[in-house]
């Protein structure tokens, strides 16, 4: 059983997280997953996208798009081998019902009785409902078919979106900024535009996680997250460079113009009332350091990284709360 007959069989919601966990179990991919799984599945015909989000959880998150997206991509294939399969059916019965009306005229010019003529129309209407329902079945098939392709494609569109995106701030991840910046400094490169790059860190993040708990670390850094994308302009990227780490592309960007930008976010975010989520309480004034680099011709993604991440320490180091860029700050 693959994995869509799976997902059918149990009435499980067409998610990317629930196909991942399908995958690895039609696979084998982790022994245990597959004992727990059966376990669930024992003696009963429905299992909830609740559960499979648990399971995904435990033995998968590392790798949440790579078994959707390969899943659906294989759907996908095995679905256009389906059409192709029942266009070849058509094909051959489409030849037979020929040759059925080769013999019925041979047997038609040889008929010498009423009797015989009856038997030939009576042949001949039951070979024409046959390519009837041919017909409609080869319509119904392919309706279903491309109705399916079309879901199939839009799903995998949304895993390859959901890979470039962070879980948990619902902003650009890691691997987005990697491609994003590549891609900047090459036009940088090409045309001699302006390009600079933002690294933020939140100020004593440890600490407030350590001591409040991770709910109200991931509370504060959706916050974060949200503030630092809106206060982007169009052809910018905001995106979690890991952990409590954001960085922002800034291509065209005046140096001066975006420093003062940042140090808008800074006291825009000094000045957030955050709740600690065990009970509601405010929070005390949470601060970021941001490090600010400029693009120089020559320089590779690697190169202005560095350089930001040697201005966000700077920043740190001189006491946090504060923009660092090259001459300023």
């Known amino acids: 059983m693959n994995v869509f007959e799976l997902a059918e069989k149990y009435k499980t919601a067409p998610l990317p997280n629930t196909y991942a966990v399908w995958f690895a179990y039609v696979t084998g991919l982790d022994p245990k997953l597959n004992s727990e799984l059966d376990e669930l599945l024992l003696g009963r015909d429905q299992i909830s996208t609740y559960d499979l989000q648990l399971l995904f959880e435990a033995y998968l998150a590392e790798e949440p798009d790579a078994f959707a997206a390969h899943e659906i991509s294989e759907a996908i294939g095995e679905e ?33 009785s009423p009797e015989s003529l009856i038997e030939v129309v009576d042949t001949l209407l039951a070979e024409n409902r046959k390519m009837a329902q041919l017909a409609d079945d080869l319509s119904d098939g392919l309706s279903r078919s491309q109705e399916l392709i079309s879901n199939l494609n839009e799903q995998l569109s ?33 045309t001699g535009r302006p390009l600079c790059l933002a690294i933020a860190d939140l100020d004593h993040f440890k600490q407030l996680n350590d001591t409040l708990g991770h709910q109200t670390g991931d509370h504060v850094l959706q916050a974060f997250a949200k503030l630092w994308v809106e206060c982007t302009h169009d052809a910018e990227l905001a995106a979690r460079y890991g952990g409590e780490e954001f960085a922002m592309i800034l ?9 003062n930008r940042l140090v808008a976010i800074k006291n825009s975010f000094a000045g957030l009332q955050l709740l600690n989520a065990a009970d509601g309480k405010p929070l005390p004034s949470m601060t970021v350091s941001i490090g600010l680099a400029r693009f120089r011709s020559g320089m590779n993604p690697r190169d202005l990284v560095r350089k930001a991440d040697e201005l966000l320490y700077a920043a740190k180091a001189q006491g946090r709360n504060r923009v660092k860029a090259e001459g300023i700050g």
């Open 251 to 259: 291509p065209g960007s005046d140096h001066i113009m975006a420093y």
């Open 80 to 112: 256009i081998n389906d059409v192709l399969a029942t266009i070849q059916k058509s094909l051959k019965q489409s030849n037979d019902f020929s040759s059925s009306l080769d013999r019925i005229g041979s047997n038609l010019a040889q008929s010498g």
């Open 158 to 190: 949304e895993v390859k979106d959901q890979s470039l995106r962070d879980p948990l701030t619902g902003i650009a991840n890691r691997r987005a900024f990697d491609r994003a910046l590549d891609d900047a400094i090459e036009v940088a490169e090409e």
